[in-house]
């Protein structure tokens, strides 16, 4: 019994000092559901993170939350490791976040690289997966239109489900596109079998990133999503929100300069061609305006303004003295 005892403490000192130099190794990790994947894609994972110089972390909670605390701790005089671990041991405050995060069927991915590529790498080993009945769904499903290659024998798994269908040609075929299952929804039986009759598998498993960890500081998983083009795009909007309020109430900003400099142009362009004044800018303009090519004429000649009949000159009644001007007498 002894050497079964000391074999196990062994096992757990070994896991203790893994984990004990994960996180003194790497600064970045993502946190990752496991649920309903199997054990050869976590398999097929791990390999591509090794190429990756990255790896994934999985077993108790209680034991990682173990190993993290001891690693965070300074060592005291009255451990029996005091001596070998304060030769080593420094601060690591980057890492107490983790310590609430370790809740649930969770996977550590621990690397130094890109999250976003460790990202990429996951997604890559996703598997088709069916409707299963009482399964929560992890999106919509919806029934397209066109041939099912059923007989019509079965047109009561559809009738069922209340959806249009019509027998071409002694097949059953759908009518109109019609949504059967919705996100966040519970499957019921009639959705599973006529999913699986029509060889449909609508979901997909993953290792799926609840948590983003870098540097000691926790993000959602969205995060992982912003690209270039969707911080420039915010920027942008914040810019033109910026400048219209700007040129609203009246005090210039930097967003709004350009604008009101173009309006101050667009006045003084105006001037020049209702007076004789003119500037350098606005004449290169009026040349570039002359130069560019003519409208089509089509439209002018079928749309010709008629002719202005002459009016008659009206009588001059005057004022009848509307303003009280003396008359001569």
């Known amino acids: 019994m002894a050497g079964k005892v000391s074999k196990k403490r062994l096992k757990k000192e070994n896991f203790f000092q893994r984990v004990y130099d994960l996180f003194d190794k790497y600064n970045r990790a993502l946190f990752v559901h496991c649920d309903n994947i199997s054990a050869k894609q976590i398999h097929a994972c791990r390999q591509d993170l090794r190429a990756h110089d990255s790896l994934m972390l999985m077993g108790k909670n209680t034991l990682i939350k173990a190993a993290l605390l001891k690693r965070l701790t300074k060592p005291e005089k009255h451990e029996a490791d005091f001596e070998e671990r304060s030769k080593t041991w420094t601060p690591l405050d980057k890492m107490e976040p983790l310590m609430k995060l370790l809740k649930g069927n969770l996977g550590i991915i621990f690397t130094n690289h890109d999250l976003t590529d460790m990202k990429d790498i996951i997604d890559k080993h996703a598997r088709e997966a069916p409707a299963k009945v009482g399964a929560f769904a992890q999106s919509d499903v919806w029934i397209r239109a066109g041939p099912t290659g059923l007989d019509p024998k079965q047109t009561a798994f559809f009738q069922n489900l209340q959806i249009p269908t019509k027998i071409v040609k002694t097949q059953i075929e759908i009518s109109a596109d019609k949504q059967i299952i919705f996100e966040g929804a519970e499957i019921g039986g009639n959705e599973a079998a006529l999913l699986q009759k029509l060889n449909i598998q609508p979901f997909s ?113 005057g004022a009848g003295n509307l303003f009280g001007e003396e008359e001569d007498y």
């Open 205 to 317: 498993y993953k290792l799926k990133v609840v948590h983003v960890f870098d540097n000691g500081n926790v993000f959602d998983a969205g995060v992982l999503s912003i690209t270039s083009e969707t911080i420039l795009n915010s920027y942008r909007r914040v810019i033109s929100h910026v400048a219209s309020m700007s040129l609203e109430i009246g005090i210039p900003t930097k967003a709004s300069a350009p604008h009101s400099i173009m309006r101050v142009f667009k006045n003084l362009l105006a001037v020049t061609y209702e007076s004789e004044y003119t500037f350098d800018a606005a004449e290169k303009l009026k040349n570039a305006a002359a130069a560019a090519p003519a409208a089509s004429k089509a439209g002018a000649v079928a749309e010709e303004a008629p002719k202005e009949e002459p009016k008659e000159e009206e009588e001059d009644v």
